[in-house]
Each structure stands twice: as C-alpha cells, then as structure tokens.
C-alpha cells in the first residue's frame, strides 16, 4: 500500500487525507495546534458571486456540486451537520450598482444565482455556510484517536530525500504540505508568491431582533441566533499576526450601522491570516526538482469552495497523472520565482 504524510489539517489537509484515503492510500497528518489554523476560524461562506464587479465566483459551476458531495459525505461519516443553506442578501449601495445587478440578473447564467433588486437588496441563491470549526475539531479528535493525526511541530530538518523520503525514521512516497499561512516557513515552497491577509471578526449581541437573512453590505452580517450577529469579516495586509485590532472593529461596527440603526454590545472576536496569493489561484502541484513533494495551498479567502474540488484535482493528478489546469499550476511560477531563487543559492 502506498503512504503519504501531510503537514497541515485545515481545509486543504483534510480534503487531500480523504481524497487519498478513498483511493486506498494510507495518510499521516502532522499538525500543530498551536500554530493557529485559518480553518478554525474561517466564518466559512459560500458565495456564488463576486460582488465588486456583479460576476460569476471562478469556476463556480463546477465548484458547488462537489462542494456539496464533500461536505455532504463528511457528514453522514462523522454524524454531524455543517453545511448550512442561507437566505443571502446583497445590500446595493447606489442606483449605478443596482443598474449593473439588474443587467446581470437578466442574463440566463446568473438567473439561478442572483434575482433583480428589490428595496434596496438583491437576492443571492445557492449560497451557504459550512461550520468549519466543527469540522477541523471533530477531524482532529477522530483523526487523533485512531492514530492518523500527530499534534507536533513539523521539522523540515527531519525530512530526508532522495529515491526513499522519509521523516523522523518513518518512509512516505509522497508528503502534501497544506501548511495554510505558514507556507512562507516551508524551505522548499517559499519560492511561491505569497500574500498573506489578515482576516478578522466579531460578533455582537443586539437590543433587538434583526433580519433573519445573512445581509453583505461589504462585510457579512450573520444572524446566530439569541440577538447575536456575526460581522466578518477584514483584509488587511498590516500586522500580519493573530491579533484582534481596534481598527477591524471599527471597521465590521460601521458596515453594520450603514444597514442596522440599533445599541449593541461586542461579545466574541477573532483574527487570523488567510493564505492568499496574488493572482487568486490556487497553488498545487509537484516540486520543481523534489520528486514525491507536493503543495495543495493559496486557498486564500475561498477554502470552503476551493478544497473539495481541488483536493481531487490534485490526487488525480498524482496518481492518474491528469494533467492540472494550468491556472492552478505552481509550474506558473516555476520559470519567475524558481528558478530565480535556485540561482541565487548557487551563488
Ligand atoms: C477571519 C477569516 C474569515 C474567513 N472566512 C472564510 C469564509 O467565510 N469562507 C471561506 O471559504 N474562507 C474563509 N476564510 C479563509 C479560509 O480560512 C482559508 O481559505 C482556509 O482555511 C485555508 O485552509 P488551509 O488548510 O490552507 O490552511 P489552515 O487552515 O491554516 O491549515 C494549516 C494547518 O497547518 C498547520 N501547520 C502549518 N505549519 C505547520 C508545521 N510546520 N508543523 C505542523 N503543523 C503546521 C497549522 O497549524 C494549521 O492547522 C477566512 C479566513 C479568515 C482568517
């Protein structure tokens, strides 16, 4: 039987230990709690629609049925319910955007998406919210108590390679990194671009009962129930830390106040960084000169959507040898940044 080891076990690492698993390969996870882990506090959207331009989410036809098959199998695996359909609501700001959203509504590919505007707000279907938290936990405890996830430190040091790989005295013959925002660590995929964002947000109790729709009015607007909303979330390229700022609060409380007139207090908070990339794709494949090495990362801000689909990418890839669509290739950046950066540690 083949193995493969996996550093990470957020979004990016669970979807490729399944995708191995159901092809009879035995994985290994490595991942270290204490790190912190944009998986666990990802608020976990779904959202067809890329709202600055009114445009279809990249790929998104083909993202959400097997978005929906993946989350849908993990629930029926660990007896558990995550993925929530929302009632989904675009505040539109002036009448120029509600003449773009209008014009996109009309058109036969977005009709299952979006509907014309109406008071102030334009309906979004097909949108959702998996609960990400519940899923990286009970991963971790199921994947702990049966002996496949490791809470330790990954030591790149410790990885040998050569015809064999092998870690900490124990052979693979292939390891995933799905490291999320620590890429920028790994020796050998810190040549990739990366552009970590940071991400923040709160949740607040009301003095009243508010829309029981999720309202977008830039930022997301969550009713969870008892009064309390949850506002996510910021992007932020400054203190590129795991630290709540008095800054992103401002910023969530007055998104919230354009839509809701009502007091409020703050009662939870979180921040994390997303692994984002510049070009917004996906980063996947195999080493340039490592054979056995492959990254799955660069989810960015749409894990949600992006892992499902292209944890499958990449398994059929390695194992089928199906070539990978080029936009999600690393081999993009291999000629700019590999290249590059083997010259310079030659010199
Ligand atoms: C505030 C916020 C809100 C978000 N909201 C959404 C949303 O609504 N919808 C959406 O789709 N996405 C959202 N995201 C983005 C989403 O979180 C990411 O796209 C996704 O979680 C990335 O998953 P990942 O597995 O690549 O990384 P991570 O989830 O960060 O997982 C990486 C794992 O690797 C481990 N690790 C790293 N290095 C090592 C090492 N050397 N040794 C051992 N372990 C290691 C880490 O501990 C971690 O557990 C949000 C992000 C933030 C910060």
Known sequence: MKTALIVGSGLAGISVFCRLR???????????RSLGSSSSI????????VFRRVAKSWMIDDLLPVLHEFYSELETTFGIYINQSIKFKRRIPNSDYEGMWNKHALKSDFQSFIDQAENGFGNVKRAGIIDCHKLVSTF??????????????????????????????KTYDTVFFCEGPHAVENPY?????????????IIIKTEKELDSAVINNVVN????????????????????DWNSTSEAEKELCSAFKEVYDCNYEIVDRAAGLRPTVADRRPYLGEHPEHRGLYIFNGLGSKGVMLAPYFSQHLVDHMLDGKPLIPEVDIQRHAKRYWNRANDQSHD
């Open 221 to 240: 607007i969550i009713p969870l129930g008892e009064r309390r909303y949850k506002l996510s979330s910021t992007c932020s390229w400054k203190e590129l």
């Open 140 to 169: 971790e405890k199921h994947a702990s108590e049966n002996g496949f996830l490791l809470n330790e430190s990954f030591g790149y040091n410790h990885l040998e390679l050569g015809e064999i790989i092998s870690y900490k005295g």
């Open 22 to 32: 159901s092809r009879g390969i035995k994985a290994t996870i490595i991942s270290y």
């Open 189 to 201: 995929f810190n040549w990739l671009p990366f552009n970590v964002c940071k991400g923040e947000w």
């Open 42 to 49: 990802a608020t976990g959207m779904y959202n067809p629609i």
